[in-house]
């Protein structure tokens, strides 16, 4: 038996050969520069803030150098697949508007180097398995499950380096007879790669993150396809994938840095040329007096739902993620206050190599930044598109009273120094529901300051409301009005208060907080002017009603 025969044994069915699908997928038309890169989920989970890390880089790359940017769902994990988590990476892509050039999906291809599916590509993976099979370079194993068991358990014990290498690799040692009766007799096997690194030797590689690194050479025959579905593995995806669909840059999470050797053996076994490594650092966060890993399990914000259901605008988020990435973003963004993100010249060597550390208080100060040069109508708008998919109340509510609603969005915006009041949409209703009758009787918990004597607010409040408020005045006009007013009942202006603050019943802020208190149920809104000016006099003088009834 050759190898050749061995390796039609095995793949009877398959004809094509690597030749066949270099020629499918030849060079791609490019400029000079231009960078391939490609996004690599695997489904087996929701897609967290690491992806979406390494997404918003590959669309940097792919954009500020006029290149490539495709998405492939590395679904080779069947077992492990979560339903649901392929709509979700389309839908987080879509709603933060950095689609793929290529892809596929919902039967859809985009792009000519596709199957964009892994699972749809078995046969190609079966050729590239089948040409190494027939130069000598892999061999069915046949170890059983036990066998590996044992053989881990013997190699933890004795401190020996974990894997199938060496003497370990017994199957390696088979003639091809051998190997091929166990295989007619219906013996489970996988194929393995049989390599031929030596693990005392060195050699130096360069990630683009995290400089030259020396490794040593890969000695490990590793599956590259599977027994029962007869999938490949990561490892022998990546290779033939990467290779044929012409990645130049591979951006991916740190864990893959230590199968560096294995790639590279791969890579110079078939004589591909290996795309540049861009290996990003962990996303790190402070809990308390430690810094941790994010975590999907105890840190809602390591999950991509989390940034959508709080409502942050997707331009936070991406900034929130770039400031990590790159230690020279937030200057930049500085500077380039109305370019788009992309144009950002991304730079792998300015990516931290310890750990990138996400702060959420960051992205609440990026936001409120985002929110408040956003004119009314405008966050208006997004905050109504937000209320639709996360909170039908107040959608509803926002829906009614959308003028008032702008107006009071627009208090102190259009002023150099705009409030931030807001760092998200969901946090908009927690800070403006007593403009809404509805929710303001529903609440009525009063938080008078130091005057808060029921006949002394009514005394204040009686006239002032009847005959002192006017809508027509300026804010100058208002708050002369109520200066006045307030001395003839006894307040004084701060400076007089201060020197004499027995004489007075309280000063000109106390005096105000009534009117605010009354009319919010709060002793601190933004300006109350405006406040009033939106309620009008008929809203306020039922909530005057209101107070005499309830407090
Ligand atoms: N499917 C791999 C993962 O999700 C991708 C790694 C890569 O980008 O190559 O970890």
Redesign the pocket.
């Known amino acids: 038996m050759t190898n050749k025969e061995l390796a039609n044994l095995i793949f009877p069915n398959i004809t094509k050969t690597i030749e066949d699908y270099e020629k499918m997928y030849p060079e791609r038309n490019i400029d000079v520069g231009a960078k391939v890169v490609?996004?690599?989920?695997?489904p087996?989970g929701f897609m967290h803030i690491g992806?979406f890390m390494?997404a918003v880089i590959n669309y940097c790359l792919a954009k500020s150098s006029k290149g490539v940017f495709f998405l492939r769902n590395?679904d080779t994990d069947q077992a492990r697949t979560v339903e649901g988590a392929v709509d979700f990476i389309y839908h987080i892509l879509d709603f933060y508007n950095i689609m793929p050039d290529e892809y596929e999906y919902k039967g859809k291809i985009v792009g000519n180097y596709g199957p964009y599916i892994q699972s749809e590509r078995i046969e190609i993976y079966h050729a590239f398995v089948k040409h190494l099979i027939e130069i000598g370079r892999a061999y069915p194993c046949f170890l059983t499950k036990e066998e590996l068991e044992e053989i881990r358990e013997y190699q933890t014990k004795s401190k020996k380096r974990i894997g199938i290498y060496g003497k370990y690799a017994k199957s390696r040692n088979l003639t091809l007879d051998e190997a091929a009766e166990r295989i007619k007799k219906g013996e489970k096997f996988v194929i393995r790669f049989k390599s031929e690194g030596d693990f005392n030797k060195k050699f130096v590689f360069e990630d683009l993150t995290q400089g030259k690194i020396e490794f040593p050479e890969n000695d490990l025959d590793i599956p590259i396809m599977k027994s029962g579905d007869l999938l490949p593995t990561?490892h022998f995806a990546?290779l033939v994938d990467?290779h044929l669909m012409h990645t130049t840059h591979?951006?991916?999470?740190n864990?893959?840095l230590s199968s560096v050797p294995l790639h590279y053996e791969l890579f110079k076994t078939f004589g591909f040329k290996m795309p540049k490594y861009i290996h990003t650092s962990l996303i790190l966060k402070k809990d308390g007096d430690v810094i941790r890993k994010i975590s999907k399990r105890k840190d809602p914000e390591a999950l991509m739902f989390y940034y959508e259901e709080k409502g942050y605008p997707t331009i936070a988020v991406i900034d929130a993620v770039l400031t990590i990435a790159n230690s020279n973003y937030e200057e930049w963004r500085t500077n380039n206050p109305d370019k788009p993100f992309y144009e950002f010249p991304f730079s792998p060597k300015k990516m931290s190599v310890s750990g990138a550390l996400f702060d959420l208080d960051k992205l609440d100060n990026i936001s409120k930044n985002y929110i408040s040069k956003m004119s009314a109508p405008d966050l208006y708008q997004e905050y109504l598109n937000w209320a639709l998919k996360n909170d039908k109340h107040i959608y509803e509510i926002i829906s009614k009273e959308k003028s008032n609603t702008i107006k009071f969005l627009n208090i102190e915006r259009e002023v150099k120094k705009p409030r931030k009041d807001y760092e998200n949409y969901s946090s908009i209703f927690n800070k403006s529901w007593y403009m809404y009758d509805e929710e303001f009787n529903k609440k009525l918990d009063y938080h008078f300051g130091k005057i808060n004597d029921k006949k002394e607010i009514l005394n204040i409040m009686n006239n002032y409301l009847d005959s002192i408020y006017d809508f027509n005045d300026s804010q100058d006009e208002w708050f002369n009005k109520i200066k006045e007013y307030a001395k003839k009942l006894n307040y004084a202006d701060m400076k007089e208060y201060k020197e004499n603050p027995d004489s007075y019943k309280g000063n000109i802020a106390d005096f105000t907080t009534v009117i605010r208190v009354v009319l919010t149920t709060l002793d601190m809104t933004p300006n109350l002017y405006d406040i009033m000016q939106i309620l009008g006099s008929d809203r306020m003088l039922k909530r005057l009603e209101i107070f005499k009834n309830s407090y």
């Open positions: 490609r996004f690599a989920p695997s087996t992806n390494s590395e990561y990546h990467d591979v951006v991916r999470g864990e893959w």
